[in-house]
């Protein structure tokens, strides 16, 4: 990114200046075959299939534990087993966009074309998490408050946190040219990670203003240990959930963009003629 | 002066130049040839430090250019596509904002000098929605004979002009190489009273994708 | 020349100049936000209802929702006129520190939008019933909620100057931004027709023009290098 540069002009001569950017890249070594696709490429290749497994067989547990075999809670009844649902996809939609401010931090500083990548993969996911919190938080708060949609705290920050999920993807469609919107894609996530904790606030803030007390999640009795095993399960099953799906479009992903490189046509032809 | 090393292009999957080196010194002027699409814009964006999007290395004075931004652009005059006038404002303030961005200050007598050569005189008051496509160009160029830059980036610059005003030009271009100043720029124009002192750079050349500097090997993006 | 030469401040007074200029011989352009804050606060009590009662409470909100409208439509010229005429291009190879020249372009769009929006809101808030005591809520929010609109405004507008028609995308990339600016403003005026002491909101909003200075002219021009790329 060219910036600005008001510093005493230094006399370096050019000579010394290569070599002072080679010893540079000499550490960065390790971080660069990290960021490299083709080697990610084949490294998630080979973890893809026990990711999968293992996600299936968490997921088959804390959901079959959760939905069947815990105890009905003592005010809600049956009701609030959505919560193994609810809570591992609100808790995956707020991870999943820091996650992406880092990947744009990786993205600026770097400009390794991986963490864009990663960006762009994680961006739909993440909105479809946000959206399925919406949703099940709905349905749980037709039984619980009696209404689809209460402007509670929780619920109109999430609602936000879709908005700016959707404005990462919107814009990304926007800007044809790939380096131009990874670019522009990572500074809107930061601009937004650093919003999110002041609408967080200023949500919270104005919802005690208006309403007072309404019903309320957000005070949590300590949960029965029956009740949280099975959660925290399903939350490592949706978390490797999301892992496996971010893997696979980030390997279609990079097939895609490094579609003109030597490895990729081989990985192709050799597809081909299977 | 001006020094670029390997640079490597690419729009849209498309290689537009690779393996592309320059040596600019003080009184050159390099006239940057190639069919339409070959890159000449996007190319002299690059040289302006307008965009960050390539491979390589372009040096300023002996150093990086994204270590040495302020210097470079106090010594740039860019003239691009788009003329860059106000059509709200008349000649003469859109010359001073133009100025002042640039950290020139012009005294309103030159100005109107400047006017006057460009074939402006009479507009100076006349808001620029009034002028025509090639009277803003002739603004934008009024301005150039007037700064102080050494180095000059101009894309097209007889595009729109008419036979006097090429003339003009290519009288003003001589002088500001003789003065020790550089020029790049793109154009169809064969610019026939500077013939002697022209450099010629065809972009096709440069448009043959070498394995070499593959993908695999990016530097600018990993 | 050296870098130390370098007048700042000249170029920043110039470009606020310039883009005020630019403002007056275009009052239509200039008005555009001012009628549509005016058609939008007047279309409030013809779809809910004339009550006065009701209006009263609503008035706050709807002149603050107003003026939030307003910004948004006016923030897509922002960068984009400069980009069409290739006056940004001008702008990105100043030598001058370009969050610099961000901020007066800034400056000059909270002065021919912002103002004009302040300068409005009491007769709003007249036809509106906004009790009395409101008032000096009302302007001081307004006063500091405008410029933070302003600033948070141009990190969309930067983004999607080389969008072609980018006005709806504007809107989604700014509104998350705005959202605490709305709360902590109409909670201001909320807090003054209850007759309670609202600096706690004005502070809040302080607060958050100061980050909004800090940050946003940077962000800005980081956005605006970006897209530069095309």
Redesign the interface.
């Known amino acids: 990114m060219p910036g600005y540069c008001i510093k005493p002009l230094r006399a370096v001569s050019p000579e010394r200046q290569v070599r002072v950017t080679v010893e540079k890249r000499m550490n960065w070594t390790f971080f660069h075959k990290l960021g490299s696709p083709k080697w990610f490429y084949e490294i998630s290749g080979k973890w893809l299939p026990w990711l999968a497994i293992l996600a299936a067989l968490l997921m088959a547990v804390g959901l079959t534990w959760g939905l069947m075999f815990t105890p009905p809670d003592y005010l809600q009844g049956n009701s609030y087993r959505i919560i193994f649902l609810h809570v591992p996809t609100a808790f995956l939609a707020s991870a999943i966009y820091v996650m992406m401010a880092c990947a744009g931090v990786v993205t600026l500083v770097w400009k390794m074309k991986l963490a864009d990548m990663a960006l762009k993969c994680c961006a739909p996911i993440g909105a479809s998490f946000c959206l399925m919190a919406l949703i099940t938080g709905a349905i749980w708060g037709k039984p619980t408050w009696g209404t689809w949609w209460v402007w509670d705290a929780r619920l109109t920050s999430m609602l936000i946190l879709l908005f700016l999920y959707m404005g990462v993807i919107a814009l990304r469609g926007a800007i044809r040219t790939t380096n131009t919107a990874a670019r522009a894609c990572a500074i809107l996530t930061l601009v937004g990670v650093i919003n999110i904790p002041i609408i967080k606030f200023s949500v919270q803030w104005w919802n005690t203003l208006h309403q007072g007390a309404t019903l309320k999640l957000t005070e949590k009795p300590s949960m029965a240990p029956e009740m949280l095993w099975p959660l925290l399960i399903s939350i490592a099953a949706f978390y490797l959930f999301f892992t496996v799906v971010l893997f696979l479009r980030l390997r279609t992903e990079i097939l895609d963009r490094e579609r003109r490189t030597k490895w990729v046509h081989n990985i192709v032809t050799a597809g081909a003629g299977n | 002066m001006l020094e670029v090393a390997k640079l490597r292009c690419e729009r849209d999957d498309r290689v537009l130049f690779s393996n592309l080196s320059i040596q600019l010194s003080p009184g050159e002027l390099l006239q940057i040839e190639g069919c339409n699409g070959a890159g000449k814009t996007t190319l002299l964006r690059v040289l302006a430090g307008l965009s960050g999007d390539y491979r390589g290395q372009v040096i300023w004075r002996g150093q990086k250019l994204s270590r040495v931004y302020a210097d470079f652009r106090l010594s740039t005059f860019y003239f691009g596509h788009k003329p860059a006038v106000k059509t709200e404002l008349t000649p003469v303030e859109n010359i001073l904002w133009r100025s002042s961005l640039r950290n020139e200050s012009y005294s309103e007598q030159s100005v109107f000098s400047a006017l006057e050569h460009v074939n402006l005189a009479g507009y100076e008051d006349i808001p620029c929605g009034q002028l025509s496509a090639g009277q803003h160009r002739r603004v934008a160029l009024a301005d150039l004979s007037l700064s102080t830059t050494p180095l000059w980036i101009l894309d097209e610059p007889f595009t729109a002009i008419d036979v006097d005003g090429v003339a003009w030009l290519e009288q003003r271009l001589a002088q500001h190489i003789s003065e020790g100043g550089a020029v790049v720029m793109t154009s169809h124009q064969s610019l026939s009273k500077l013939s002697d002192r022209v450099r010629k750079l065809r972009l096709e050349a440069f448009s043959a994708v070498d394995e070499e500097t593959g993908h695999e090997e990016s530097e600018a993006w990993l | 020349?050296s870098?130390a030469?370098?007048?700042g401040g000249?170029?920043f007074l110039?470009?606020v100049k310039?883009d005020l200029?630019?403002a007056f011989?275009?009052p239509g352009q200039t008005l555009n936000p001012v009628a549509f804050y005016l058609m939008v606060a007047s279309l409030f009590p013809l779809g809910i209802a004339p009550e006065k009662a009701l209006l009263s409470q609503l008035a706050g909100g709807i002149v603050w929702i107003g003026a939030l409208l307003a910004v948004l439509l006016s923030l897509d010229s922002l960068f984009r006129s400069d980009q069409?005429?290739?006056?940004l291009?001008?702008?990105?190879?100043?030598?001058?520190?370009?969050p610099l020249?961000v901020l007066a372009k800034i400056s000059a769009h909270w002065l021919t939008t912002g103002v004009a929006l302040i300068v409005m809101a009491p007769l709003l808030a007249l036809m509106l019933h906004l009790p009395t005591q409101a008032f000096p809520a009302l302007l001081l929010s307004l006063l500091l909620g405008t410029p933070l609109m302003s600033l948070a405004g141009g990190?969309g507008a930067a983004?999607?100057v080389?969008?072609q028609r980018?006005g709806i995308?504007l809107t989604?990339?700014s509104?998350?931004?705005y959202?605490?600016v709305l709360?902590?403003g109409t909670?201001a005026v909320?807090?003054a027709v209850e007759g309670l002491s609202y600096s706690g909101h004005l502070l809040?909003m302080a607060a958050?023009l100061m980050l909004g200075l800090c940050?946003a002219p940077l962000?800005i021009?980081?956005?605006l290098?970006?897209?530069?790329?095309?």
Do not use: C, K
């Open positions: 020349m870098v030469s370098l007048n000249r170029a110039d470009l310039r200029v630019l011989r275009t069409e005429d290739g006056s291009d001008q702008l990105l190879l100043s030598p001058h520190p370009l020249l990190i983004l999607t080389r969008v980018g995308l989604l990339l509104l998350p931004l959202i605490p709360i902590f909670g909320q807090t809040w958050l940050l962000a021009a980081a956005s290098r970006i897209v530069a790329d095309g």
